[in-house]
Structure formats: C-alpha cells, structure tokens
C-alpha cells in the first residue's frame, strides 16, 4: 500500500505556501504590495473558481533570491509556524504506515523547498510537489516545469507511478479540497480529510472514508 498526502489542511491545520509568506514579509524578503494580489486568489479558490495558474504568478516575487536564504527562511518558518500546527491524526496515519513498512509520500502544489523539513521530521523522501528554477544559485522566480495544482497535480502522480512502475489503483489518497478530485477519482482508496462542501458531497455520494483531524499535536511531542 502507498499513501499519499496532500499537505495544507490534510496534514497541517494551515497553508504552507502561507506560513511561509508570513515567515518571508516577516524577515523582510518581500514586501506586502508584492503579494496583495492573493487575498483575491483565496477567495476565487474558495468560491470554486481557482486561478489555475497562481503558482506561477505568485513566485515572480521571488526572483532573485538566494537558494540558501529561501531554504533557511523555510527551515525557520517550518518550526515557528508548520510544526506546532501538525494534525496529530496525520502524525497517526504516517508514524503507523511507516511502521507497518509501506511507503508514505506528499503530493502538494507548495514548493519542495518549503515541505522539505516536513519531510525530514516524517523521515520520508520523495515527494511531488512544484519546483522553483534557479540560476546560480537564485531563483528566477518561475516554476520548474508545471506547477502541480488540480489535474497537473493528478498528471504528476500519474507519471511518478508509472516511473516507479506502481499501480496507482493500490494508492491511498488523503486530501480536504475539491482541487483534488481528479486525483481522488483514479486512486483506490480515496480518503477526505477535513473535507470542503463538494469534497464532502462528493465523498458521501461515492462512499469514501471521511477523517476529521481537530487537534494539532502537542509542544512535548516536536521539541
């Protein structure tokens, strides 16, 4: 069995791609008039009418950043704002798939480079998810290849799949967005986490197991 987790709101109670923008304007890499335009994306996303290619426009304000900087700014934002917003319920699922030998991986449209350290804390590789171009060690501030959200996030998998010469039809797939259903509908075991409105609907009609993960796990359980 593989599972497959998509990460905001699935495995962390907030947006990576958010917390790390606060962790940015925060230590002064941007500014807030180059990201005033999301507060609109979000709500486009919410009213189920996503900018497919957001991504895209919103790493243009990374341009010309060093490798390093976005790496430790993500390290920093990962135990400041990530870490202590982890569903212990996820925490649950991947500590005991791992355990019981099977392989755990995330599929997200966030950057590699921000869910990096989550990788490292679940001790797992391999992950999909967007990636930044760099260019002597700076990002150029455009995604290497695709951006993977919606059906590219689905294609994306595909391809993973048929590189490692898996079948996806023994996959489970956790996620809360509706975002997600074209991959949801060709995994074996689709699972709504935390489900929005036509996730939950959609869930309901084809009988796929729905979690609702509340609490976050504890300050003793990451120090």
């Known amino acids: 069995m ?106 997200t449209s966030s950057l590699n480079t921000l869910i990096q350290p989550l990788e490292d804390f679940f001790s797992i590789n391999g992950s999909i998810a967007s990636k930044l171009e760099f260019c002597d060690g700076k990002t150029t501030g455009k995604i290497a290849g695709n951006s993977l959200f919606g059906s590219r996030k689905k294609e994306a998998v595909e391809a993973w799949f048929e590189k490692n010469n898996l079948d996806i039809t023994e996959a489970r797939f956790y996620s809360d967005s509706y975002t997600d259903l074209p991959l949801l509908r060709i995994c074996g075991k689709p699972v709504a986490v935390n489900p929005d409105s036509t996730l939950k609907k959609e869930a309901l009609k084809n009988d796929w197991e729905i979690l609702h993960f509340k609490k976050t796990i504890e300050k003793k359980q990451i120090c």
């Not at 905001?8 to 907030?14: A, G, H, L, M, Q």
């Not at 990962?78 to 569903?87: A, D, Q, S």
């Open 2 to 107: 593989i599972h497959i987790f998509d990460i905001d709101y699935t495995v962390i109670k907030k947006s990576s791609a958010g917390c790390f923008l606060r962790e940015a304007l925060n230590k002064g890499i941007i500014s807030w008039s180059q990201i005033r335009q999301l507060p609109f994306e979000w709500l486009r996303y919410k009213l189920g009418r996503p900018n497919m290619d957001f991504i895209d426009d919103a790493v243009k304000h990374l341009a010309g950043i060093e490798k390093t900087t976005l790496e430790q700014t993500a390290l920093s934002c990962f135990e400041r704002r990530i870490k202590p917003n982890i569903y212990s319920g996820a925490v649950k699922l991947i500590k005991g798939a791992l355990a019981r030998g099977e392989k755990v991986i995330f599929a």
